[in-house]
């Protein structure tokens, strides 16, 4: 049996490899898509004080550690039982959303997007960000690199630091901000509110206006009829803060919103022995195996999953888009997984609207930012969109608020069946009789889980954008008989 | 071939935080780009291990290595990259001392690996055990093990030079990258072999613009149940700020924003252990001289081997706890 | 327990009190187990406790700190600073599994010979119940740690 390994040195809790086994004809038999490292969080954070969880578990990832800073602090206001000042809140989203406006904007022009804007087909050399400031322009690089300092700048500014923030506490913040800092980060928030609209005219310009990606992205191979996840609001809308958590089925019908402390009721997870890492799936409907469809309890969340367990935008300009979104895309619910592209570029339109939004909030300067907990800290659970899916923390602690049980949830690992799913499909599609039919072939694959954003897949954000990935075809004593490169 | 110096950045057991602090050096990096012909970095670029094992020893002239070294893969990668690399830095907390992911060593293994896969949400009933080497149906798939502890790079391979940080400062980053090309062109010479580049001298409380009176205190408290003075030290308020220990770097990025120091920087010059450094600083404001009181006042704090050895533990004296040396 | 097992314990004094009280105890030839390793410091207060971290990490299998009595130490209060960092390292070490029976912290006056050699002995024992720390080496890991880059000199 001939096998194939693809060796991307990236990282989740570690790194990632895919091996693919071909059977006697040389065709796709089977993949496996392998987390081969554990640091062992649930493990080691029982026994320290819960409100050092926003520090300890930014540690997990350094491309989201806000987004587990704030599941965290939300965890430990539960275990507090404290419900933080609207200020500690706004300031806590406010941080929130400047984060993922740099985050999905660095997917898009350095690692996604090339794809769109190059065309998956362009030579490996043009299909990164450089490419990209060939074909719209010079001044798009210094756009990005502008956004990643405004974004990092109110980082700093709410959080305390640019990389793993330390200012959430149970109860709120340790610090507010000024005047004077609101007035900055309104005047970035507000030049973040352009970027975006300008980022959502190149991609209908360059993708939406060229009918042979339309089909692409319409295409079956990139299409997965799994249930959809995402945080919404009270009025059903996408939120990434805060909210109930929304699940809608492979047909676009919600299924329930499940509120934090209900999560184990909707979500558990299945383990495979030669991995790493577990695969969450609906409890309600049961692990089936790596299959999609109604019957099968496989679930996606990541931009585009939460446009389909929404009902829509609360900002009016990303709202606009969402009905573009699905008038263009035949309606809901959207399971063209490269449509998650155009979903990541909404969301980024509403990030930076809700920006602008929380820095002219009244509240936002008000020196009430922290409440004192006073109940007995017992349990709790956070949860926050994070840009890669769902993030789930949830802690037991005694009487002290020593920490005795901890379970994360972590924001890629939601998606680990579906993208084990893509890539095989992908792989199917793309390799026949043991031969990969053509280097952008290969770039497909890739594609498959690019869409996803995977945090272990290189989402790291790297200035080129480059996605370093090798496939090797091997024989059946297992030499090599063909390397195939991917610069992306 | 181009005749520029190379440069290569790796992580093992690493939260990629360490790369996101270097990318945010902005425009350096491309001082970075024109200086240096990158030969391997994994997220910036695709060259694969065996690539690097084709080169030549000490071909590659700076190594920043970050991550700790969790399993036989970080540890191979760490031996493969000290032959490659005339200098090899451990870069960030992981690498210089273990950082938080180091916290793992106060556990054996087999219950860390136990632990993540008997949560509230994981299946019950299966059983499925974790296989390294698993005969899938259609031939074996591998896993790299596990150590029993995680291990700093310096306790795999000879480090010439530390950055720590979690992550380094990028403004320290930028610095050190201007020495060493500044070196390599004659204009400046390296520290010596085995020194901490990128920090101050002295401690995070120098930095830190909070008022100190040498006040000693009765009490230990917790963030969260006060409401603090923006301008005192904290440690003099009650709360447990690492400062003292810390090394100089960041600016007293913690303490300027209200919350307390955690001690990223690790230990600061000349300090062996930087838990023990704690414990005296700590002793030091306690008010009491009474055994009883003294237990009371420490009741306060309620880890502290995890308050002392946040980030150092694989770096520590004893390196990990009992149960994670003996079985 | 084996019958061989001989427990190192290094045991670090005063000057001025217990190091006397221990001389004397020599000198009156009140005979104390030959485990201990006496290192002399100036006053229970020059104590870091890094020492005591050394002394464990390099193989001792308990640590002895000694002192003059509350309200005796001829630095005035250095023997409570002494006594605030043993407790607070005694429960760092509890957590890092070493048991607290290893440590101790014991108060000695210059005449008091006879009673230091009582706690010698009973800390030896105390130790020797506890078996061998083993600190040193490392068997069970799939790597050998490399020696510790100090040795353990005397104050
Ligand atoms: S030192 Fe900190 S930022 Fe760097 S890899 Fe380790 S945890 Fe991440
Ligand atoms: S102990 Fe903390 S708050 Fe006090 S001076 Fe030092 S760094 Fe600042
Ligand atoms: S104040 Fe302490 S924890 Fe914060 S960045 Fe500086 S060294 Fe790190
Ligand atoms: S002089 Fe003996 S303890 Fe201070």
Not at chain 1, 316 to 338: C, D, I, M, N, W
Not at chain 1, 436 to 458: H, I, K, T
Request: charged share 20%.
């Amino acid at each position: 049996m001939q096998r194939i390994t693809i060796d991307p040195i990236t990282r989740l809790e570690g790194h990632g490899k895919i091996e693919i086994f071909l059977n006697e004809e040389g065709d796709v038999a089977n993949t496996y898509f392998q987390i081969p490292e554990l640091r062992g969080f649930e493990r080691f954070c029982v026994g320290r004080p819960v409100e050092e969880m926003p520090l300890l578990t930014n540690r997990i990832c350094g491309v989201c550690p806000e987004a587990h800073h704030m599941a965290a602090a939300k965890a430990a206001d539960a275990v507090y039982h404290v419900d933080p000042p609207p200020t500690a809140k706004k300031l806590r989203e406010l941080l929130y959303s400047a984060f993922y406006v740099t985050d999905h904007t660095t997917h898009f022009y350095a690692l996604g997007g090339p794809d769109f804007v190059m065309g998956p087909d362009a030579p490996v050399a043009e299909r990164n960000i450089l490419g990209v400031i060939h074909k719209v322009g010079l001044e798009i690089g210094g756009k990005v690199i502008q956004c990643r300092k405004y974004g990092h700048t109110v980082v700093e500014m709410i959080g305390g630091r640019k990389v793993h923030p330390c200012t959430s506490i149970p109860g709120g913040l340790t610090k507010g901000i000024t005047e004077e800092q609101r007035l900055e980060i309104e005047k970035m928030g507000r030049w973040a509110i352009e970027f975006a609209q300008f980022s959502l005219k190149v991609f209908g310009d360059i993708v939406l206006g060229n009918k042979a990606y339309v089909d692409l992205i319409l295409g079956d191979i990139y299409t997965h009829r799994t249930y959809s996840m995402g945080l919404v609001d009270a009025d059903n809308r996408v939120n990434f803060y805060d909210g109930k958590v929304s699940v809608v089925d492979p047909e676009g019908k919600r299924m329930g919103t499940y509120a934090p402390n209900e999560y184990t009721d909707w979500i558990a997870e299945h383990v495979e022995p030669w991995t790493y890492l577990k695969f969450p799936y609906l409890k309600k409907i049961g692990w089936k195996g790596f299959v999609d469809g109604k019957d099968s309890g496989v679930y996606m969340a990541t931009p585009l999953s939460r446009l389909n367990a929404s009902d829509g935008m609360a900002t009016p300009l990303a709202q606009a888009e969402y009905e573009k979104f699905y008038s263009t895309l035949g309606g809901k619910p959207v399971h063209q997984r490269l449509a998650t592209h155009w979903a990541r570029l909404i969301e980024l339109l509403y990030a930076a609207e809700r920006w602008v939004e929380l820095a002219t909030d009244p509240e936002i300067t008000s020196p009430n930012f922290h409440t004192v907990p006073t109940e007995k800290p017992t349990e709790g659970v956070g949860i926050v969109e994070a840009p890669r899916g769902t993030l789930t923390h949830h802690y037991t602690t005694d009487e002290r608020g020593v920490l005795t049980k901890v379970n994360l949830i972590v924001g890629t690992t939601n998606n680990y069946a579906p993208i084990s799913m893509s890539i095989k499909k992908a792989a199917e599609s793309f390799i026949r009789k043991g031969v990969v039919v053509s280097e952008g072939a290969l770039n497909r694959v890739e594609m498959a889980f690019r869409a996803y954003d995977p945090c272990f897949g290189c989402a790291t954000h790297s200035l080129p954008g480059q996605m370093p990935l090798q496939i090797t075809i091997r024989d059946a004593e297992g030499k090599e008989v063909e390397v195939l490169r991917q610069y992306c | 071939m181009s005749a520029k110096p190379k440069f290569a950045m790796y992580w093992a057991a690493s939260c990629g935080g360490c790369e996101i602090a270097v990318l945010n050096i902005h425009e350096k990096i491309l001082d970075v780009d024109a200086n240096f012909d990158v030969v391997f970095w994994p997220v910036a670029m695709d060259a694969k291990y065996k690539d690097v094992a084709a080169m030549p020893d000490d071909s590659i002239t700076l190594t920043l290595f970050n991550g700790g070294i969790r399993n036989d893969e970080n540890e191979e990668i760490a031996h493969l990259l000290r032959r490659k690399s005339k200098i090899l830095v451990a870069f960030g907390s992981c690498a210089c001392e273990g950082c938080i992911p180091g916290l793992a060593n106060f556990s054996p293994v087999d219950e860390i690996i136990d632990t993540a896969f008997h949560t509230v949400t994981t299946d019950k009933g299966s059983e499925v055990r974790l296989q390294t080497r698993y005969p899938a149906r259609e031939g074996e798939i591998r896993l790299p093990t596990l150590y029993p502890t995680l291990r700093t790079l310096d306790q795999v391979a000879k480090v010439d030079y530390y950055m720590p940080g979690c992550p380094p400062e990028s403004h320290q980053i930028a610095a050190v990258i201007d020495l060493v090309i500044a070196a390599l062109n004659g204009k400046a010479t390296l520290p010596p072999a085995g020194s901490v580049i990128g920090v101050g001298g002295s401690t995070v409380c120098d930095d830190c613009p909070r008022a100190r009176n040498v006040k000693t205190i009765k009490a230990f408290k917790r963030i969260q149940d006060v409401r603090l003075d923006p301008t005192l030290c904290l440690l003099e308020q009650g709360i447990p700020c690492n400062g003292p220990a810390t090394r100089q770097g960041c600016g007293a990025l913690c303490p300027k924003a209200g919350a307390q120091c955690i001690g990223c920087y690790g230990p600061a010059e000349g300090v062996l252990d930087y838990g023990a450094r704690l414990i005296s600083s700590f002793a030091s404001v306690i008010d009491s001289n009474t055994p009883d009181e003294i237990e009371r006042i420490l009741d306060g704090i309620p880890d502290p081997a995890g308050q002392f050895y946040r980030f150092s533990l694989p770096g520590s004296l004893l390196r990990a706890g009992k149960s994670a040396r003996a079985k | 327990m084996s019958e061989t097992f001989e427990p190192v314990i290094i045991g670090f004094t005063c000057n001025w009190c217990s190091y006397r009280a221990a001389d004397l105890a020599g000198t009156a030839r009140v005979k104390y187990p030959p485990n201990v390793r006496l290192i002399r410091l100036m006053c229970s207060g020059r104590l870091d406790p890094t020492f005591v971290l050394k002394a464990l990490a390099s193989g001792a299998d308990g640590v002895l700190i000694t002192g003059c009595h509350p309200g005796e130490c001829h630095y005035i209060e250095q023997n409570y600073k002494a006594m605030r960092r043993f407790l607070l390292l005694r429960r760092t070490l509890t957590q890092m599994g070493i048991e607290p029976g290893r440590v101790k912290l014991v108060w000695a006056s210059a005449a008091e010979g006879v009673r230091l050699a009582q706690e010698i002995a009973n800390l030896v024992e105390e130790v020797r119940a506890l078996g061998p720390l083993n600190w040193g080496k490392d068997e069970t890991s799939s790597f050998i740690l490399p020696p510790l880059p100090f040795e353990l000199e005397a104050a």
